[in-house]
């Protein structure tokens, strides 16, 4: 099986909330696997801990919230242990959210158009700027490696590096003047289609004002790479343009007699011809934008180290030669040498890792001893770290979760014992003499009206075994890393395209004028009729749809890495929700985006969905893929929630589910569910069922799925859900 | 279900003043609900739906048009009559233009004067009629709830007259005669728009949180001047017997109960004046999935205890294809496509009812993945240019709102 990139991973999760009623138990151990580019769907009622797993993901917990344990990674941090510094760096930028209620969510006197730009403006710099950093970071681990691959060669190695950072500068500058003028002609086609659409059906007003701002924009578009030999004929036919809207419009003096005339003045203009020039605008600048994209990487190799003017090719018969040009004055060598060094990183950090699996066996039987010595624990803590850290290979591009968060979760487990040891003894002390009067009180002959509480330990036990399997799973990831081969060729391929990525990262400039066009292109692309007019208007003259879609576009504006959706359509109505989710589909697709979306709509969730996981009480009793959920799901909850909701051919009474939620305060001690469960086994009510596996991705917490439980049918109105779901879909058994 | 018409909405405009112009909320949009039937109304957010409701329940004065509950009218408006003088009068004034300029050209004086004559008795004749109409209509505007009020009152006096008449017991004539003043003072603050209720979509915002559950049911009930603690204790726990609660609930505050309770309680308020027509404004939008099941189980069981009608108003198309007999589709303001639900959503006619229909996510992943939104473009699709659109009934109970030509194609389409 083809193994995904993992984003975010959570890990036995457990968050309370404290009140005056006591302590709300509202994550209570999850833990679940984001791929990259996959929407995992967390659908269940409000109080199932759905949200609140999300807002620990985001850093944006409530001040009552307690961390009770577990750690979500990602990008080899841990999110709950990171300073707030560091969460600010990934907050917003890296991991985006889209909350339900859109007027929270806007800041009520700033200025719709305010608020889209200035996250852009703001993520914009700082994303060029660590974009920046990351290159060099690489580059300069890449050169290290290669002195350590080719330690004779040191001078060649800093020249191959060094040139691959001038070139590259150079794609950058072609790159980012060809989007400039890539956007400025897409834009003014689009703008120009508009008018002429108004011009056909005589609309008019402000036609000619529209004309002239698409004809100054058109006129940006003038980048070598986007227009060609087509420049001449476009400057003539803006020319032109020009002139015909100049003759139409009442001269400036004349305006106030004008503004008594103007309709007829602009009618008097001479549309017909301007709409032939602009058509032949059209024509040249979707023309131009229809020729491929040159190979700026390899050009910025040509036009830095090459004395010689570029070839008078075609397109692709240019990106052809500058690319053999490339590979054979510089990319083969760079990439055989960058292979050598990345297999000597891959080798030089293999015998660190040994080291580190040798050390972990040496200091094992410090945490094994049947109770712990406090000091030397920290110091093998300290230690462990150490030579972990060490053991990582940092060229590795997708990085191990595992190994970066070691150091913190290690210190956290053992802190989570000796924390232990201090609180138990306190407890007990607490109890022995609590109990002490309580048994003083009784001998006297008095019947106390109170109980003494039960003592409230920490399992020393567990958290001990909890760092011994945490070493296990060091050891054992880092033996998989040693025992596994890598095409080194590949791996080089992929490192140089990150380089790349993160250069087209330092591409993407944004300035204010951008920032603006691109909030008028994402309301255009949100569904937001005359977004020129909303730039200017504020969150209150919008209707609630439309505050939603800007809440979106100002999430994507920043261009996540994960996006949360935290209900986003539960207040929109059917076809604007179907716009959004075609929306936040398109764009996953597009930017590869991981997403997690939060929903109690179903029909959202099968749209929506790759995976699925449902969740009730703070636990998530069934996770797996769309299909697993929908075709064969296992737990009884889910097919409660199949079977109370209507589709489209329901016609017998909805099964609803009886009664409420749990109390989170007090959870119940055996399954949540098994109160509002009619399959509820006696087991039920008294132990929490463990998650059952039932195939590769499909897995739910029930205890149905026991081997020794009765067999037992969902319920009617869910098979024949599934049965009419397989025969329109095709499926059959 | 029988063809009694409990409602008839005729021809309801309902418009807002903004800024300089006025929003179209509801333009023209006729329709009848028959006793004991759910009619659903969907439709986009602003579409008017939910104006439609308010409107037929008062909670706006109409513009125009109006609204019959029971046969009688309810709500009125005078728009459509005040633009009918108005045409007249543009008319009128063409008509005497027409007439100065032809007496210009030395036309025959007599057959100009008697031009003349028709053209001021045609206006005098439109002008009559039209303020006839704008009178009655404030009158029924205004005063419907006090004609059904007295109406009710003579009923009694009727009942108790025959009553009276059998009896001769001079004490039990002086029980009777206190009874009939009870019964009057109670007929006297009867209401038509008490056979109207309404159950709100927000289940929080909609109840009072400094009243318990008893008050807030009560309510309606002492308004309508019943004093009896007694029956009013005893109708408030039928109430909450009805909708799932227990009488123990009647001394708490919304804020103690979860939504889904809480919706019941609004469904009980709604329900204790026996109304025989309910306006459910997107009742179960705020709920939890759980929860949504079990309210649509109890209206739709109160439905056939009580004999409700509902009109039933949501944007959750499948919620309402289940529970609705009949659906009607609006969009911006106009009702445009009106059948059974069955066949709308077998046979939907109007583009904009089939965009509609294809926005429905389904739980079903493998139909979703297939699944193609179909965009309504209004400019794109129809050419209303020369022939205006109307309700048109295309087959039996299936009304589309289309022009001659679309109509044809409708036909031909269904059969």
Same mark, same amino acid.
């Given at each position: 099986? &083809?193994?995904?990139?993992?984003?975010? &991973?959570?890990?036995?999760?457990?968050?309370?909330?404290?009140?005056?009623?006591?302590?709300?138990?509202?994550?209570?151990?999850?833990?679940?696997?984001?791929?990259?580019?996959?929407?995992?769907?967390? !659908?269940?009622?409000?109080?199932?801990?759905?949200?609140?797993?999300?807002?620990?993901?985001?850093?944006?917990?409530?001040? /009552?919230?307690?961390?009770?344990?577990?750690?979500?990674?990602?990008?080899?941090?841990?999110?709950?242990?990171?300073?707030?510094?560091?969460?600010?760096?990934?907050?917003?930028?890296?991991?985006?959210?889209?909350?339900?209620?859109?007027?929270?969510? @806007?800041?009520?006197?700033?200025?719709?158009?305010?608020?889209?730009?200035?996250?852009?403006?703001?993520?914009? +710099?700082?994303?060029?700027?660590?974009?920046?950093?990351?290159?060099?970071?690489?580059?300069?681990?890449?050169?290290?490696?290669?002195?350590?691959?080719?330690?004779?060669?040191?001078?060649?190695?800093?020249?191959?590096?060094?040139?691959?950072?001038?070139?590259?500068?150079?794609?950058?500058?072609?790159?980012?003047?060809?989007?400039?003028?890539?956007?400025?002609?897409?834009?003014?086609?689009?703008?120009?289609?508009?008018?002429?659409?108004?011009?056909?059906?005589?609309?008019?007003?402000?036609?000619?004002?529209?004309?002239?701002?698409?004809?100054?924009?058109?006129?940006?578009?003038?980048?070598?790479?986007?227009?060609?030999?087509?420049? &001449?004929?476009?400057?003539?036919?803006?020319?032109?343009?020009?002139?015909?809207?100049?003759?139409?419009?009442?001269?400036?003096?004349?305006?106030?007699?004008?503004?008594?005339?103007?309709?007829?003045?602009?009618?008097?203009?001479?549309?017909?011809?301007?709409?032939?020039?602009?058509?032949?605008?059209?024509?040249?600048?979707?023309?131009?934008?229809?020729?491929?994209?040159?190979?700026?990487?390899?050009?910025?190799?040509?036009?830095?180290?090459?004395?010689?003017?570029?070839?008078?090719?075609?397109?692709?018969?240019? /990106?052809?030669?500058?690319?053999?040009?490339?590979?054979?004055?510089?990319?083969?060598?760079?990439?055989?040498?960058?292979?050598?060094?990345? #297999?000597?990183?891959?080798?030089?950090?293999?015998? +660190?890792?040994?080291?580190?699996?040798?050390?972990?066996?040496?200091?094992?039987?410090?945490?094994?001893?049947?109770?712990?010595?406090?000091?030397?624990?920290?110091?093998? !803590?300290?230690?462990?770290?150490?030579?972990?850290?060490?053991?990582?290979?940092?060229?590795?591009?997708?990085?191990?979760? @595992?190994?970066?968060?070691?150091?913190?979760?290690?210190?956290?487990?053992?802190?989570?014992?000796?924390?232990?040891?201090?609180?138990?003894?306190?407890?007990?002390?607490?109890?022995?003499?609590?109990?002490?009067?309580?048994?003083?009180?009784?001998?006297?002959?008095?019947?106390?009206?109170?109980?003494?509480?039960?003592?409230?330990?920490?399992?020393?036990?567990?958290?001990?075994?909890?760092?011994?399997?945490?070493?296990? #799973?060091?050891?054992?990831?880092?033996?998989?890393?040693?025992?596994?081969?890598?095409?080194?060729?590949?791996?080089?391929?992929?490192?140089?395209?990150?380089?790349?990525?993160?250069?087209?990262? !330092?591409?993407?400039?944004?300035?204010?004028?951008?920032?603006?066009?691109?909030?008028?292109?994402?309301?255009?692309? !949100?569904?937001?009729?005359?977004?020129?007019?909303?730039?200017?208007?504020?969150?209150?003259?919008?209707?609630?749809?439309?505050?939603?879609?800007?809440?979106?576009?100002?999430?994507?504006?920043?261009?996540?890495?994960?996006?949360?959706?935290?209900?986003?359509?539960?207040?929109?109505?059917?076809?604007?929700?179907?716009?959004?989710?075609?929306?936040?589909?398109?764009?996953?697709?597009?930017?590869?985006?991981?997403?997690?979306?939060?929903?109690? /709509?179903?029909?959202?969730?099968?749209?929506?969905?790759?995976?699925?996981?449902?969740?009730?009480?703070?636990?998530?009793?069934?996770?797996?893929?769309?299909?697993?959920?929908?075709?064969?799901?296992?737990?009884?909850?889910?097919?409660?929630?199949?079977?109370?909701?209507?589709?489209?051919?329901?016609?017998?009474?909805?099964?609803?589910?009886?009664?409420?939620?749990?109390?989170?305060?007090?959870?119940?001690?055996?399954?949540?569910?098994?109160?509002? /469960?009619?399959?509820?086994?006696?087991?039920?009510?008294?132990?929490?069922?463990?998650?059952?596996?039932?195939?590769?991705?499909?897995?739910?917490?029930?205890?149905?799925?026991?081997?020794?439980?009765?067999?037992?049918?969902?319920?009617?109105?869910?098979?024949?859900?599934?049965?009419?779901?397989?025969?329109?879909?095709?499926?059959?058994? | 279900?029988?063809?009694?018409?409990?409602?008839?909405?005729?021809?309801?405009?309902?418009?807002?003043?903004?800024?300089? *112009?006025?929003?179209?909320?509801?333009?023209?949009?006729?329709?009848?609900?028959?006793?004991?039937?759910?009619?659903?109304?969907?439709? $986009?957010?602003?579409?008017?739906?939910?104006?439609? *409701?308010?409107?037929?329940?008062?909670?706006?004065?109409?513009?125009?048009?109006?609204?019959?509950?029971?046969?009688?009218?309810?709500?009125?408006?005078?728009?459509?009559?005040?633009?009918?003088?108005?045409?007249?009068?543009?008319?009128?004034?063409?008509?005497?233009?027409?007439?100065?300029?032809?007496?210009?050209?030395?036309?025959?004086?007599?057959?100009?004067?008697?031009?003349?004559?028709?053209?001021?008795?045609?206006?005098?004749? %439109?002008?009559?009629?039209?303020?006839?109409?704008?009178?009655?209509?404030?009158?029924?505007?205004?005063?419907?709830?006090?004609?059904?009020?007295?109406?009710?009152?003579?009923?009694?006096?009727?009942?108790?007259?025959?009553?009276?008449?059998?009896?001769?017991?001079?004490?039990?004539?002086?029980?009777?005669?206190? $009874?009939?003043?009870?019964?009057?003072?109670?007929?006297?603050?009867?209401?038509?728009?008490?056979?109207?209720?309404?159950?709100?979509?927000?289940?929080?915002?909609?109840?009072?949180?400094?009243?318990?559950?008893?008050?807030?049911?009560?309510?309606?009930?002492?308004?309508?001047?019943?004093?009896?603690?007694?029956?009013?204790?005893?109708?408030?726990?039928?109430?909450?017997?009805?909708?799932?609660?227990?009488?123990?609930?009647?001394?708490?505050?919304?804020?103690?109960?979860?939504?889904?309770?809480?919706?019941?309680?609004?469904?009980?308020?709604?329900?204790?004046?026996?109304?025989?027509?309910?306006?459910?404004?997107?009742?179960?939008?705020?709920?939890?999935?759980?929860?949504?099941?079990? %309210?649509?189980?109890?209206?739709?069981?109160?439905?056939?205890?009580?004999?409700?009608?509902?009109?039933?108003?949501?944007?959750?198309?499948?919620?309402?294809?289940?529970?609705?007999?009949?659906? *009607?589709?609006?969009?911006? *303001?106009?009702?445009?496509?009106?059948?059974?639900?069955?066949?709308?959503?077998?046979?939907?006619?109007?583009?904009?009812?089939?965009?509609?229909?294809?926005?429905?996510?389904?739980?079903?992943?493998?139909?979703?993945?297939?699944?193609?939104?179909?965009?309504?473009?209004?400019?794109?699709?129809?050419?209303?240019?020369?022939?205006?659109?109307?309700?048109?009934? %295309?087959?039996?109970?299936?009304? %589309?709102?289309?022009?001659?030509?679309?109509?044809?194609?409708?036909?031909?389409?269904?059969?």
């Amino acid at each position: 099986m &083809e193994e995904k990139e993992v984003k975010l &991973e959570v890990n036995n999760l457990k968050i309370s909330f404290r009140t005056d009623a006591g302590k709300v138990q509202a994550v209570r151990d999850i833990s679940f696997k984001l791929y990259k580019g996959e929407t995992l769907a967390i !659908v269940g009622e409000s109080g199932s801990g759905k949200s609140v797993t999300n807002r620990a993901v985001m850093g944006i917990l409530a001040g /009552n919230a307690i961390k009770e344990g577990g750690e979500i990674v990602y990008d080899g941090q841990d999110l709950m242990k990171i300073s707030e510094e560091d969460f600010h760096r990934i907050r917003g930028d890296k991991i985006a959210m889209i909350f339900q209620d859109p007027l929270s969510s @806007l800041n009520p006197i700033m200025r719709i158009g305010k608020q889209m730009t200035e996250a852009m403006l703001i993520k914009g +710099r700082v994303s060029q700027k660590n974009s920046r950093r990351d290159f060099n970071t690489t580059l300069k681990l890449l050169k290290e490696a290669m002195d350590g691959a080719f330690p004779n060669e040191a001078e060649k190695n800093k020249q191959l590096c060094s040139d691959f950072d001038r070139f590259e500068f150079k794609h950058i500058a072609l790159e980012q003047a060809y989007n400039r003028a890539t956007e400025a002609a897409e834009d003014a086609a689009s703008d120009i289609e508009d008018i002429l659409f108004r011009i056909e059906k005589e609309a008019y007003k402000d036609v000619v004002r529209d004309a002239r701002s698409a004809v100054s924009r058109a006129k940006d578009s003038f980048d070598r790479y986007v227009v060609y030999d087509r420049a &001449e004929e476009l400057k003539g036919l803006l020319k032109e343009a020009a002139v015909l809207l100049k003759s139409s419009i009442p001269k400036r003096i004349g305006a106030f007699f004008a503004s008594f005339r103007g309709r007829e003045r602009e009618e008097q203009a001479d549309f017909a011809a301007l709409a032939a020039t602009l058509t032949s605008i059209r024509s040249i600048l979707t023309e131009t934008l229809a020729f491929p994209m040159p190979n700026f990487f390899a050009m910025g190799y040509y036009l830095t180290f090459s004395q010689e003017p570029l070839p008078a090719l075609g397109v692709e018969e240019m /990106n052809t030669y500058l690319h053999d040009y490339l590979s054979e004055k510089f990319m083969s060598a760079f990439i055989d040498r960058a292979a050598e060094a990345l #297999r000597y990183s891959h080798e030089a950090a293999c015998e +660190r890792k040994r080291v580190a699996i040798a050390k972990i066996e040496e200091l094992r039987p410090v945490f094994e001893a049947e109770t712990l010595e406090k000091n030397a624990c920290y110091a093998a !803590v300290k230690a462990l770290s150490a030579v972990v850290t060490e053991g990582i290979d940092r060229l590795e591009i997708v990085k191990d979760n @595992l190994a970066y968060t070691f150091p913190t979760s290690l210190e956290a487990a053992v802190k989570l014992y000796f924390d232990g040891v201090v609180r138990n003894k306190k407890e007990q002390d607490r109890y022995a003499s609590q109990s002490k009067r309580y048994e003083a009180l009784v001998a006297a002959g008095k019947t106390p009206s109170y109980s003494v509480a039960e003592m409230d330990l920490v399992d020393l036990k567990g958290a001990r075994e909890g760092i011994l399997s945490l070493l296990a #799973r060091v050891t054992e990831n880092f033996s998989a890393k040693i025992a596994k081969t890598d095409d080194y060729h590949a791996k080089a391929d992929a490192l140089i395209d990150y380089l790349k990525e993160k250069a087209s990262g !330092v591409v993407f400039k944004v300035t204010k004028s951008m920032a603006k066009l691109r909030a008028l292109k994402l309301m255009d692309e !949100v569904g937001i009729a005359e977004p020129r007019k909303r730039f200017y208007q504020y969150p209150f003259e919008l209707s609630g749809g439309m505050r939603q879609r800007i809440v979106i576009a100002i999430a994507l504006a920043a261009n996540p890495d994960i996006l949360i959706c935290d209900e986003p359509t539960t207040a929109l109505d059917v076809t604007i929700q179907s716009q959004i989710l075609e929306l936040i589909n398109r764009i996953k697709m597009q930017r590869n985006l991981s997403v997690i979306f939060i929903t109690h /709509n179903l029909g959202v969730v099968a749209n929506m969905a790759d995976r699925v996981a449902v969740m009730y009480a703070g636990k998530i009793v069934e996770i797996g893929t769309a299909e697993d959920i929908f075709y064969s799901p296992a737990h009884p909850y889910t097919w409660a929630l199949l079977s109370s909701m209507p589709d489209l051919d329901t016609k017998e009474k909805l099964e609803a589910i009886p009664g409420t939620p749990p109390n989170m305060i007090y959870p119940p001690k055996g399954d949540a569910f098994a109160e509002r /469960n009619k399959y509820a086994l006696k087991i039920d009510f008294e132990m929490q069922p463990p998650m059952f596996r039932i195939s590769e991705t499909h897995s739910a917490a029930t205890w149905l799925l026991h081997p020794d439980a009765p067999k037992v049918d969902p319920p009617k109105a869910v098979v024949d859900r599934i049965a009419r779901m397989k025969e329109r879909g095709g499926i059959h058994d | 279900m029988t063809d009694d018409i409990i409602l008839k909405v005729d021809h309801l405009c309902q418009y807002f003043k903004m800024g300089t *112009g006025e929003l179209k909320a509801v333009d023209d949009v006729s329709f009848d609900i028959k006793r004991g039937e759910v009619f659903g109304l969907v439709g $986009e957010s602003g579409c008017g739906k939910t104006t439609t *409701g308010r409107s037929i329940i008062r909670l706006y004065d109409i513009t125009g048009g109006s609204i019959y509950f029971e046969g009688q009218r309810i709500c009125a408006g005078t728009r459509t009559y005040k633009d009918t003088i108005r045409a007249a009068k543009a008319a009128y004034r063409a008509e005497k233009k027409e007439i100065a300029a032809m007496r210009k050209e030395g036309a025959d004086e007599e057959e100009l004067a008697a031009r003349t004559k028709a053209v001021d008795e045609e206006l005098h004749r %439109v002008m009559a009629e039209q303020s006839a109409n704008i009178r009655s209509a404030i009158d029924d505007h205004k005063n419907c709830n006090k004609k059904f009020a007295k109406a009710q009152m003579d009923k009694v006096r009727e009942t108790y007259a025959e009553k009276r008449a059998a009896e001769s017991d001079p004490e039990a004539l002086a029980a009777l005669e206190k $009874e009939e003043k009870e019964a009057l003072r109670l007929a006297s603050k009867d209401r038509i728009m008490n056979k109207i209720q309404m159950i709100f979509q927000d289940p929080i915002a909609s109840l009072d949180p400094r009243m318990t559950v008893r008050e807030i049911i009560s309510e309606g009930l002492v308004i309508r001047g019943v004093k009896d603690k007694n029956y009013i204790e005893e109708q408030v726990n039928r109430m909450l017997d009805l909708v799932g609660l227990v009488p123990d609930h009647a001394n708490r505050y919304p804020h103690e109960f979860s939504g889904g309770q809480r919706q019941r309680i609004g469904i009980a308020r709604s329900i204790i004046l026996n109304p025989e027509f309910i306006i459910a404004d997107e009742p179960i939008s705020a709920l939890d999935v759980s929860i949504q099941a079990q %309210v649509i189980n109890l209206l739709n069981d109160l439905r056939h205890e009580l004999g409700l009608t509902i009109l039933f108003i949501a944007h959750d198309l499948s919620v309402v294809k289940y529970f609705s007999d009949r659906i *009607g589709v609006m969009y911006f *303001g106009k009702l445009v496509e009106l059948a059974p639900s069955d066949e709308l959503f077998a046979h939907p006619l109007h583009p904009y009812t089939r965009s509609l229909l294809s926005a429905i996510p389904l739980p079903d992943p493998i139909y979703e993945r297939g699944r193609t939104r179909i965009v309504y473009n209004p400019i794109a699709e129809h050419d209303y240019s020369v022939d205006r659109p109307t309700m048109r009934e %295309v087959s039996e109970g299936h009304f %589309v709102y289309c022009n001659e030509a679309e109509f044809e194609r409708y036909t031909a389409e269904l059969s």
